[in-house]
């Protein structure tokens, strides 16, 4: 993707208009680098001299964790996907006053959002893809979970329109064009897909600029909002992030023994959905599932990591040839089980009961393999706060992907430390820089972006707290 500096910086002074951002906030930075909204986190605080929450990454992925950095630092703003939000009120986080909750990456329901402003949170629901530059519209939702103040970011445009590029009547169904200056400059490398997501805008009377198609199916309502209903194309998300099926396939595929590679969403057995791979082999035998989740972790984030995979002679086909997603089959998670043991410890025990009760079965073995089982990284998150409460042990969710199966992850326990009710690890925090920084030339008349607000009485530096200063 090719994101240029003006996108992005427009962006970021965009959403500190808009959120009313000021050096007294302090930002929480939870989202992993690999995911575009942690260019907010990251980039915000050090434009508008605000504090910066650093959480790290075993906490950015442990709803119990985050809530115990929330409780320590009290920042005033979280940004998190609808399932993370919603984790954490299950954990018994409950927010407070004066604090900023963003909402993004997939729906948020009025049924969460009124949770998350029962004790005074103020609750903003975002919307854009990467291609847009993060977000392209905020959406403050008040207590009862109605839309209170919609509106596209500063230098954003946002159509809705159909098949001919026409403008649909309020209230019909289009397909959401976003224009403006944040609109990257499209795909590297790949200038037929580029063509065909990117167009120019007619609707500009300013030459070069393009609206970006996003696929997402929308209506706007009498208020002006829009409300994002769904896609159109094969892009899919889960867990609130979306992604391309055929990047999983393309590193499927790069192993010997798989000759051709779809990826497909299927139901979860906990009601959410789940990504499934559907494999023909090029001769000899498939890799184990096991082998499968290895090669795409080296090279994918494991949120795109199939929770299952399911061998076939070839693909149904459609009419014109097509693969018939409709026509692929639900995977069954008890085909690749393998025959039952019954635990021989303490530890296996635990283990079986967390998982039997989180993914919903009975009768599992220490020899079987939690992803096997319809097992997920969201699940995962659940089995190790389960595992965390029951044993009183440090359990991370990284454990469910580095011992999967029962008698591993159970003789695994014992390299994880026990739980003392402190937190592992300092957050960074901002502090005025100190009169030897500010005498440096280097640090005298520079030039602001001409778009930029002013950064304040001073820059800022970034410490570790309370540990010496990071120079």
């Known amino acids: 993707m090719l994101i240029h500096h003006q996108a992005l910086t427009n962006f970021l002074v965009s959403m500190q208009r808009r959120l009313a951002l000021q050096p007294a906030d302090a930002i929480a930075a939870l989202t992993t680098v690999s995911f575009d909204p942690s260019t907010l986190e990251l980039y915000l605080p ?31 703003v979280l940004q998190a996907t609808p399932v993370m939000l919603r984790m954490l009120l299950d ?82 169904v289009g ?56 896609r159109a194309d094969h892009q899919v998300k889960i867990r609130g992030h979306r992604m391309e099926p055929a990047e999983i396939e393309a590193a499927l595929v790069a192993h010997p023994d798989v ?34 989740r290895e090669l795409l972790l080296r090279t994918l984030p494991d949120y795109m990591v199939p929770n299952a995979f399911v061998e076939l002679a070839e693909f149904p086909l ?3 040839g097509k693969v018939d997603r409709k026509a692929l089959p639900q995977p069954d998670p008890g085909t690749t089980r393998i025959e039952h043991a019954p635990p021989r410890n303490a530890e296996e025990r635990a283990v079986i009961d967390v998982w039997q009760e989180v993914l919903g079965r009975t009768g599992i073995g220490v020899h079987d393999d939690f992803f096997d089982l319809g097992g997920h990284s969201l699940l995962a998150t659940r089995v190790a706060v389960r595992l965390r409460a029951m044993l009183e042990i440090d359990v991370p969710v990284r454990s469910l992907f580095d011992h999967s199966t029962v008698a591993k ?6 390299d994880y430390p026990r739980l003392t009710g402190s937190p592992n690890s300092p957050a960074l925090v901002a502090r005025r820089r100190t009169a030897r920084h500010q005498g440096r030339p280097e640090y005298q008349g520079r030039p602001e972006y001409p778009s930029t607000p002013s950064h304040g009485a001073g820059a800022y530096a970034i410490q570790l707290h309370p540990q010496e200063d990071v120079q």
């Open 318 to 320: 459609t009419a014109s």
């Open 175 to 230: 397909e959401l064009y976003v224009g403006g200056l944040s609109v990257a400059r499209g795909y590297f490398g790949r200038p037929g897909l580029t063509a065909e997501r990117f167009i120019p805008d007619p609707y500009s009377s300013r030459a070069g600029h393009r609206l970006y198609r996003t696929g997402d199916l929308a209506r706007r309502r009498a208020d002006g909002s829009i409300e994002i209903l769904g």
């Open 409 to 414: 992850l159970a003789a695994g326990l014992a």
């Open 259 to 292: 000759r051709a590679a779809v990826v497909h969403p299927t139901p979860a057995g906990d009601g959410e959905w789940q990504l499934t791979g559907y494999l023909i082999p090029s001769g000899n035998a498939l890799p184990t599932a096991e082998q499968l």
């Open 46 to 76: 050090l434009l508008i001299g605000a504090r910066l929450v650093l959480g790290s990454a075993e906490q950015s992925r442990d709803p119990q964790r985050i809530a115990e950095l929330l409780a320590r630092y009290q920042p005033t």
């Open 91 to 172: 954990v018994g986080w409950t927010g407070y006053p004066g604090l900023l909750v963003l909402s993004g990456g997939e729906k948020l329901t009025t049924e969460l959002a009124s949770r998350l402003a029962v004790n005074g949170a103020e609750v903003w629901d975002l919307y854009g893809p990467t291609e847009t530059t993060v977000w392209a519209t905020a959406t403050r939702i008040g207590p009862d979970g109605s839309v209170v103040d919609w509106a596209a970011l500063g230098n954003y445009t946002s159509y809705l329109l159909d098949g001919r590029c026409e403008p649909v009547a309020d209230g019909d």
